[in-house]
């Protein structure tokens, strides 16, 4: 299990449309890649000690079946379900039903896009929510989240 570890593991869910990133509306999103924005994670995560795992899917069940089968060896997660964010009980389900803390981001300023954007389903359960910085909102988001596995490991450990 990934909590008997001392290193901390983190699955970044990239949800659907995300492998457009690059393409796909550049003023909105900017010019960087999937795959940049994974390697970035990456390095960030070496540098804070964490091991990174990526994952994307287009379909709603393929990510509800990553985040089911990863919580088994992951610490946490940072999420962008993409539009699935407005509409997906069911991964809000699987998130919360794993047991393991996520942080909700998003590259967009969603409260500042059409109003369907402006709710989400995740949002209540997440330990943090980022959105509006660009690429930078997935490093903001495992930033605090690693702060937030580390703080607790140590309150559990009685360290606190």
Do not use: C, W
């Not at 299990?1 to 290193?7: F, T, V």
């Not at 890649?33 to 994670?41: A, D, H, K, S």
């Not at 997906?88 to 699987?94: E, G, Q, T």
């Amino acid at each position: 299990m990934a909590a008997e570890s001392e290193e901390v593991r983190v699955a970044v869910v990239h949800g659907p449309n995300l492998n457009l990133l690059g393409q796909r509306e550049p003023l909105v999103y900017g010019p960087d890649t999937l795959e940049t924005i994974n390697v970035r994670l990456s390095e960030e995560g070496r540098a804070l000690g964490v091991e990174i795992e990526s994952f994307q899917a287009n379909l709603e069940g393929a990510l509800i079946d990553y985040v089911q089968e990863a919580a088994g060896r992951v610490d946490g997660f940072v999420v962008n379900a993409g539009g699935y964010t407005h509409t997906s009980v069911a991964l809000l389900d699987a998130l919360v039903g794993v047991g393991k803390p996520y942080v909700e981001v998003h590259i967009s300023n969603v409260a500042a896009r059409e109003n369907f954007r402006h709710q989400s389903l995740l949002s209540a359960k997440a330990v943090g929510v980022v959105t509006g910085f660009g690429p930078a909102s997935y490093s903001l988001g495992l930033t605090g989240l690693v702060g937030r596995l580390r703080r607790d490991r140590d309150v559990a450990g009685g360290r606190a």
